[in-house]
């Protein structure tokens, strides 16, 4: 994104007033060219310190399938949350083990599932073994473990390891669910856990693998296991806030090759392959949300009512997540500031999703706002409360703009709704 001297804001090289005008607000709009960038940025560095490296994309950040193709095509693997996002892979031409399960609570259903696509299974606790089991034994098999820690930028809410999170094995309970697998007569063997949530600090990963290595590296040792890969996740952070410091990636890579190497030699383990599944690092600074401003409060505090809401961009109402914007045409050095609220149109008041912030004074009817960092957990947690539709999703390559997703209509708020005959007006 730049702003140009006339202080309209540009998206690669496609101005939002252009995207706006048409595609309608509002939309998100992603950066090929960025998401390639963070992608081979990141693979660079990780290969650089440990050659035996694989990428799999945590599709549920950002499920377009336009999108998902970018990463496929810079060699991502695909990690899925559910048997829907797996079958979205294998609509990528992703499939087998080059996609990664990480769904948790699984239904028979699911297993059964994911067990017939033959994808990985990361197993998110050794009960669902038993039921796997019955249904039938996959070829290889990772566990979830918690290692009973875990960081998020956005507060408790997103920590997804440590004592707080649903997610994975007690570090107690590692060593009998591998055990318990061996003996079903299981042979290929990985690891997993989810180190955290867009944290910007290499040494809280080089910590977190050391947690992890330490329950792995005894269960390897004791149990004579060669894991065939080692997945630490994702969680690899971005700024959201302009006081935030950007992940140094090549140091993050580094330092975790050092702690993996070293605790592999520790436990005797044979180097596996070593694996991350992030997501907001590939397309979370790559996305942005225009949207306009529709009426204006002068009341207790000055309102700007906006088509961004609760249910375009979930995250600020959600968790309290911080987003920066920018307002297009209003956003030069010496313009006079003033402190506002921005809320969507949703009749909830937890549909603020900009409180008590400077933004640029004299923002009208009318005025564009662009939204950063959207493009990780924004469309694919929108949703249609109040009848409000779901947003469009544009692609930008250079000049070129692509619509890679159609704004909802009306046919959309009634699809596969069905009212029984006697509730027919006559
Ligand atoms: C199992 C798993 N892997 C990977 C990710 C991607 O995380 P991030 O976008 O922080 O890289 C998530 C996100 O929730 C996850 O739950």
């Known amino acids: 994104m730049k702003i140009e001297d006339n202080q309209e804001i540009y998206i690669e090289n496609v101005s939002v007033t252009e995207l706006a005008e ?7 709009v992603y950066e090929e060219n960025r998401i390639r960038e963070n992608y081979r940025r990141a693979d660079r560095a990780f290969r650089k310190y440990y050659e035996n490296f694989k990428f799999y994309y945590a599709i549920k950040a950002n499920s377009n399938p336009a999108v998902a193709h970018i990463l496929r095509e810079e060699g991502a693997g695909i990690d ?37 696509s033959g994808v990985i299974f990361n197993l998110d606790d050794v009960s669902l073994l038993e039921r796997l089991l019955r249904i039938g034994k996959p070829e290889i098999l990772s566990f979830r473990v918690n290692p009973g820690y875990g960081r998020s930028n956005v507060g408790d809410f997103v920590t997804n390891a440590g004592p707080a999170a649903k997610f994975g094995i007690h570090p107690d309970d590692v060593l009998a669910a591998y055990k318990a697998a061996k003996k079903a007569g299981i042979t290929r063997f990985g690891a997993h856990m989810m180190p955290g949530s867009c944290v910007n600090d290499p040494e809280y990963f080089a910590h977190i693998t050391a947690l992890l290595m330490d329950i792995i590296g005894k269960v390897g040792r004791e149990l004579n296991i060669d894991f065939e890969f080692i997945d630490l996740g994702g969680g690899l952070g971005i700024p959201y806030s302009p006081d935030e410091l950007p992940l140094d990636i090549e140091m993050t890579a580094a330092r975790i090759a050092d702690v993996f190497t070293e605790k592999l030699k520790e436990y005797g383990l044979k180097p596996p392959r070593l694996v991350m599944e992030p997501a907001r690092y590939f397309v979370g600074d790559a996305g942005y949300l225009i949207g306009r401003v529709h009426s204006i409060k002068r009341s207790y505090s000055v309102i700007i009512g906006t088509d961004v809401g609760m249910n ?5 109402a959600m968790y309290g997540a911080y987003h920066h914007i920018y307002v297009n045409g209003r956003e ?15 009749c909830e008041n937890t549909d603020y999703w900009v409180k008590n912030r400077e933004l640029p004074k004299g923002i009208a009817e009318g005025d564009l706002v662009v939204v950063e960092n ?20 544009v692609l930008v390559n250079g000049a070129q703009h692509y619509q890679i997703r159609e704004r909802e209509s009306f ?6 709704t069905h009212i029984p005959d006697h509730l027919r007006p006559a």
């Open 22 to 28: 048409t595609y309608g607000t509002p939309t998100y």
């Open 80 to 116: 899925a949350a559910s048997i829907n996002e797996i079958l979205l892979a294998r609509e990528l031409g992703i499939d087998g083990e080059d996609v990664v399960f990480s769904g948790n609570y699984l239904s028979d259903d699911d297993i059964e599932q994911g067990l017939s």
């Open 312 to 316: 375009i961009l979930a995250r600020p």
């Open 332 to 346: 030069h050095a010496s313009c006079v500031r003033e402190k506002v609220d921005l809320c969507g149109q949703i």
């Open 374 to 393: 959207a493009g990780a957990y924004g469309y694919c947690m929108s949703y249609q409360y109040n009848g409000r539709l779901k947003p469009a999703e």
């Open 411 to 416: 046919s959309d708020v009634v699809s596969g």
